[in-house]
């Protein structure tokens, strides 16, 4: 399975929160591909930019997703304003009557976190905040959301993080702050596993590897066509995958008869490759947190062979 599930998802609708552009658009546009109706949602649409002021919109995004092969709907949401996310949900309600897959990626700290900064040194409005983005809307979501997703049998919710339980547990990430946020979400795929599973849906925490986000290229100078010329200054950049990995982990997930197994669970998308078989784009299978264990952070030379 190299490419995007066909059709195994028409008939079926997904919210995925936070999707104008790196792994929230990848994951729609897998979706997509799919045959699934995606709702897009963000802050960033074609008459205004959120704080990031970066040229990605859902409006793109949803353009995107029907392009793949399903539908795509923008619907410009604050996921840390509930009547916001209230209003989106009705919407869905009464336009598609049901919800099969909420995907739960808001993020927004990218311009907040502050590397390697104790708690005492970071910024305290700029760390907060990051928490309310991270943490408070995944919870409004979940919130206003989850009832119209109970509707059927055999839902799936996706807590977006970055990194694994078993890392994140015994690695030190980033600040504080981030540490606090990514770890706050992994809890929360475990509590909701708990209580969605007697409900008959199911809730995974899923991170991609390293991200080849449209922000990480403009930060490496290179695009996606030449993204391997970055390898010379950032050599472990070598094991880095595209948006769209983590989209068909998504997919393979939401078509899966038998998802329910990895309820509660922490996943990633090189371990769910191993198992669905699909691919990134390029035909490679990155597995990027047997990699940063084995290879990078104890010091070996950058060398992603056997690790994609």
Known sequence: MSGPLHHTLEGKVALVAGATRGAGRGIAVELGAAGATVYVTGRSTRAKRSE??????????????TAAGGRGIAVPTDHLVPSEV??????IA????????????????????EWESTVWEHDLDKGLRLLRLAVETHAITSHHALPLLLRNPGGLVVEMTDGTAEYNRNTYRVSFFYDLAKSSVLRMAFALGHELGPRGATAVALTPGWLRSEMMLENFGVTEENWRDALERVPHFGISETPFYVGRAVAALAADPDVARWNGDSLSSGGLAQVYGFSDRDGSRPDAWRYMVEVQDVGKAADATGYR
Do not use: K
């Open 86 to 91: 209230e209003s989106l949900v009705s919407r």
């Open 94 to 113: 009464d336009e598609q009557g049901r919800l099969d897959v909420l995907v739960n990626d808001v993020w927004g700290g990218e311009t907040l976190f």
């Open 52 to 65: 990031y002021d970066r040229p990605e919109t859902i409006e793109e995004t949803a353009e995107l997703v």
